[in-house]
C-alpha cells in the first residue's frame, strides 16, 4: 500500500517577515524624504508653486502610510490553499 505523502511548493511561499518589514521601511523612508524635500520647497519656490509643495507635503504622510503597510495580507489565490487532511497512524 503506497503512503500519500504531501508535496509543499516553496515558490509560493511568502517572503520572510524580516525582508518584508524592512522593505516596507524603506518605501516608508523614502516617501518621508520627498515630504522633507516639499517642506523646503515650500519656503524656497515663488507663491504658485509653494502651495503645491504644500499640499504634498501635508498629503503625503497618509499615502506613505497606506504604501508602507500594504504588503503582508495579500489574497491567497486558489492554488495556494491546502486542505488539511489528519494524519494516518498506519
Keep these: ?11 509560493n511561499a511568502p517572503l520572510a517577515l ?3 518589514q524592512a522593505g516596507r ?5 523614502i516617501s518621508m524624504m520627498i515630504r522633507t524635500v516639499c517642506f523646503i ?12 509643495a504644500l499640499a504634498g507635503a ?10 508602507a503597510n ?5 489574497i491567497t489565490r486558489p492554488m495556494q490553499i491546502i486542505e488539511e487532511k489528519p494524519l ?3
Design 1 to 11: 500500500m503506497a503512503k500519500d505523502k504531501q508535496v509543499f511548493d516553496i515558490t
Design 58 to 67: 501635508a498629503g503625503l504622510p497618509y499615502f506613505a502610510v497606506v504604501i
Design 70 to 74: 500594504a504588503g503582508r495580507e495579500t
Design 88 to 90: 494516518s497512524l498506519d
Design 25 to 29: 521601511q524603506k518605501r516608508y523612508f
Design 41 to 52: 520647497l515650500t519656503v524656497i519656490l515663488p507663491s504658485p508653486y509653494r502651495w503645491i
Design 18 to 20: 524580516t525582508r518584508d
